[in-house]
Antibody, heavy 122, light 111 residues
Framework: EVKLLESGGGLVQPGGSRRLSCAASGFNFNDYAMSWVRQAPGKGLEWVSSIIVSGDRTYYADSVKGRFSISRDNSKNTLYLQMTSLRADDTAVYYC???????????????WGPGNLVTVSS | QSVLTQPPSVSGAPGQRVTISCTGSNSNIGAGFHVHWYQQLPGTAPKLLIYGNDNRPSGVPDRFSGSKSGTSASLAITGLQAEDEADYYCQSFDSSLSGRVFGGGTKLTVL
């Protein structure tokens, strides 16, 4: 059974940093691209970032480019999202999501974690 | 403002058929990129419902179906059930943004 579990969320001050982790199990983590998707309170889904299997290529939404960094440790089956220069509008539930294949444009999110709330507020 | 446009809400009585539209442009749906649909039950994470425009993952009832034409796509739900009450999101890829994009979501109410 595929399982994804996010951790690391919480309350952060504006301008601060936070690192989210996503522990994966139930599938060969080394074979699939991974993503982060967020959802602000009461709002819709927003794709944040994706990373290919090797970790050599990463992709970001314009809203987080230059502030967020996605990475993965295939030896630990873990996905990360390093968030810096956090703003109030980054407040959201952050979901870790597995991509069905290598992360090409036609790919889709076939499994999601339960999500982890990040609140940016003073 | 989402790149893909969905109606904010739809409703139907049990047993009825409803459709949810997803309108894009020539840089996403119209460019041939696939449309995928996700169901988000209240208080839970999204779940894959339709992939590759019209394919159902195993375990998804055949009451759910997807279609695509031109710059738009649709999700149809037949034989509406109370358990179908949820938010539904379409998703594709946009070549201008070089990233994945979602619709704003549609809240389905079963009357």
């Amino acid at each position: 059974e595929v399982k994804l579990l996010e951790s690391g969320g919480g309350l952060v001050q504006p301008g601060g940093s936070r690192r989210l982790s996503c522990a994966a199990s139930g599938f060969n983590f080394n074979d699939y691209a991974m993503s982060w998707v967020r959802q602000a309170p009461g709002k819709g889904l927003e794709w944040v970032s994706s990373i290919i299997v090797s970790g050599d290529r990463t992709y970001y939404a314009d809203s987080v480019k230059g502030r967020f960094s996605i990475s993965r440790d295939n030896s630990k089956n873990t996905l990360y999202l390093q968030m810096t220069s956090l703003r109030a509008d980054d407040t959201a539930v952050y979901y870790c999501a597995k991509l069905r294949n290598s992360g090409r444009s036609q790919d889709y999110f076939d499994y999601w974690g339960p999500g982890n709330l990040v609140t940016v507020s003073s | 403002q989402s790149v893909l446009t969905q109606p904010p809400s739809v409703s139907g009585a049990p047993g009825q058929r409803v459709t949810i539209s997803c309108t894009g442009s020539n840089s996403n749906i119209g460019a041939g990129f696939h449309v995928h649909w996700y169901q988000q039950l209240p208080g839970t994470a999204p779940k894959l419902l339709i992939y590759g425009n019209d394919n159902r993952p195993s375990g998804v009832p055949d009451r759910f179906s997807g279609s695509k034409s031109g710059t738009s796509a649709s999700l149809a739900i037949t034989g509406l059930q109370a358990e179908d009450e949820a938010d539904y999101y379409c998703q594709s890829f946009d070549s201008s943004l070089s990233g994945r994009v979602f619709g704003g979501g549609t809240k389905l109410t079963v009357l």
